[in-house]
């Protein structure tokens, strides 16, 4: 079976479509992924790479194109928006033409955000006959208000207008929450829509004890919270140091931010200002050092803003988080808070409550290490049963044959 994957994030980016392929592939998949030119998330075009021009390389025998596009930048407003609808164009007009000679069975879209990347999707499917998969990874037009991007109500109406022309022209769309369900399917008209999870990282993927790899750095002694991946608007960034501050007067509790993104210049200016010496920011590590940063956490910490948006998604970390078989605090709504609590892998508690947020941490630093060390194991079993990459590949690959 023939699988066309097309992702505006693709290798050497750190996404989760990339193990995805692979897993793909192992399945008994023949795999080609259609992409953009990697630049996030500095914003600039990686080295060895250019804008413009097609290019075609291998992913670990996976044959990859790319078409150009524009650069993230800084991400402000307009760069963002140059540099999605850049792919869409691209990957709509030159997409056909770099893949003339080649059929295939099924178009699978990552549908992370913007969906409007599944438009060169929509373009392929009737142009090479195959069916059409989007796995719907944001809400839209929902996460562009809550972003804070656009509030304009007839902005966002006619952004509906073109998601549900996306859902329809497709064959079936899969989403990685179960609560993206109920907003996905009335858009969708007569195309299915089903449940399917983002699977963990292949680091983790293994049955028995996590495979750490190489120590990238060292934590200091402590009881380290370790927070890892985006640093932006949606994380509820704001919560955290608000529970920095109220945990100074327990000098081992130290808070490891481990990442980047468009709030880490706040991040420092806000800690300088704060003056929190118990928060260690560290920059952005690649995906495969995280299990040895993880295995020395005494808890992982995950965060969203309160938003009716967020509080429907799982993010992906968590898998991340649950794989590496230490105890987690969530803070965060809905479905994130779910599985933290369905898992037994540590603490939930609401979202944007630093308070709330502080009373789970001394939770959870109060308890006999043997007792987290059960919340982690629990997470691990979790994770095992849910979201191990290859079940989850092996069951992808069938969904697509009956399609």
């Known amino acids: ?3 066309l994957i097309i992702s505006q994030h693709f290798w050497p980016e750190s996404f989760r479509i990339n ?51 524009v650069p993230r930048g800084r991400g402000g407003i307009t760069s963002l928006g140059l540099n999605y609808l850049s792919f869409v164009l691209t990957g709509a007009l030159i997409g056909p033409w770099v893949l003339r000679s080649q059929q295939f ?107 750490t790899g190489p120590t990238p750095l060292q934590l200091e002694p402590g009881f380290n919270l370790v927070f890892a991946g985006n640093l932006g608007i949606v994380q509820g960034l704001d919560s955290l140091l608000g529970a920095a501050e109220r945990l100074r007067a327990y000098p081992d509790i130290r808070l490891v931010l481990v990442g980047s993104g468009r709030r880490s210049a706040w991040l420092h200016e806000q800690i300088a200002l704060r003056k929190l010496n118990n928060v260690v920011l560290l920059g952005r590590y690649p995906s495969e ?25 799982v993010p992906s ?17 809905g479905e994130g808070a779910r599985v933290v609590q369905e898992a037994g892998a540590g603490f939930a508690c609401p979202a944007d409550d630093a308070a709330a947020l502080v009373a789970a941490v001394l ?23 849910h979201f191990e990459p290859t079940k989850l590949g092996s069951r992808l690959a069938e969904r697509f044959r009956r399609l």
């Open 105 to 211: 069975d099924v178009i699978f879209v990552y549908g992370t955000s913007p969906i409007l990347q599944a438009i060169p999707g929509v373009v392929l499917r009737w142009i090479k006959r195959a069916r059409l998969v989007v796995w719907v990874q944001d809400l839209w037009p929902e996460s562009l208000q809550a972003a804070g991007f656009i509030h304009n109500r007839y902005i966002l109406g006619a952004v509906a207008q073109v998601v549900r022309l996306i859902y329809r022209c497709s064959d079936l769309l899969l989403v990685q929450s179960r609560a993206f369900g109920p907003a996905v399917t009335p858009l969708a008209g007569q195309t299915p829509v089903e449940y399917f999870p983002n699977p963990g990282e292949s680091a983790f993927a293994g049955t028995d004890e996590v495979d």
């Open 1 to 3: 079976m023939k699988v």
């Open 289 to 313: 050092a995280m299990p040895a940063i993880f295995a020395q956490a005494s808890a992982l910490v995950l965060t969203l803003a309160r938003n009716p948006v967020m509080s429907l998604t």
């Open 19 to 69: 193990e995805v392929a692979l897993q793909l592939r192992d399945a008994g998949c023949e795999v080609t992924v259609l992409t953009g030119k990697p630049n996030y998330p500095h914003g600039t075009v990686y080295p060895g790479y250019r804008a413009g021009g097609i290019a075609q390389e291998s992913y670990q025998g996976i044959p990859v194109f790319r078409v150009p596009l």
């Open 363 to 385: 939770r959870l630093y109060k308890l006999d290490i043997s007792e987290r060390e059960a919340m982690g194991r629990a997470g691990r079993n979790y994770y095992l049963e």
């Open 317 to 333: 970390k968590l898998q991340a988080y649950l794989a590496a078989g230490r105890p987690v605090i969530g803070a965060l709504d």
